[in-house]
């Protein structure tokens, strides 16, 4: 019976550290995703847009983070503004941080009404730009 269940415990055992090794910790990765909180524009009309930038990191030393977001639109948009700078100060307890910018988003009376991208480009003063992009759909006036 223990040969049984020491066997049975060899194939559990080699799977585990087979997961273990297979998704290793990549020290100090940095990522970036943007949100918004609404989807719906229409032609001819100005909103709100809360824009979300979330940020998290792998290695946690205290830092103080410095990027620049940029909105770019297509010509049926306009958005303001269209880049801001943020700060935030990093302890050795935080992964990261939510980030929420306001802009207001200007939609051409003559807009064509369907899916719309506005890319949202984060540029921190160190590292890499990472680009993510922002679909809107525009509705005609009154529809």
Not at 50 to 57: A, D, K, N
Not at 80 to 109: C, H, M, R
Request: proline share 6%; with cysteine.
């Amino acid at each position: 019976m223990r040969s049984a269940i020491c066997l049975g415990m060899v194939p559990f055992l080699f799977g585990w550290i087979g997961c273990r090794q297979a998704t290793p910790v990549v020290p100090g990765t940095e990522t970036y995703s943007v949100e918004a909180n609404q989807s719906e524009l229409v032609a001819g009309e100005k909103r709100n847009v809360e824009i979300l930038v979330r940020y998290h990191r792998s290695d946690q030393p205290a830092a103080l983070l410095k990027y620049k977001v940029q909105l770019s639109a297509p010509r049926a948009l306009t958005v303001t503004p269209s880049s801001w700078d943020v700060q935030q100060n990093l302890t050795t307890k935080d992964a990261g941080f939510n980030y929420s910018g306001l802009a207001a988003i200007e939609v051409a009376e003559d807009a064509t009404p369907g899916e719309v991208e506005v890319a949202a480009t984060i540029t921190p003063t160190k590292g890499t730009p990472t680009t993510a992009t922002l679909k809107f759909r525009v509705a005609g006036k009154g529809g």
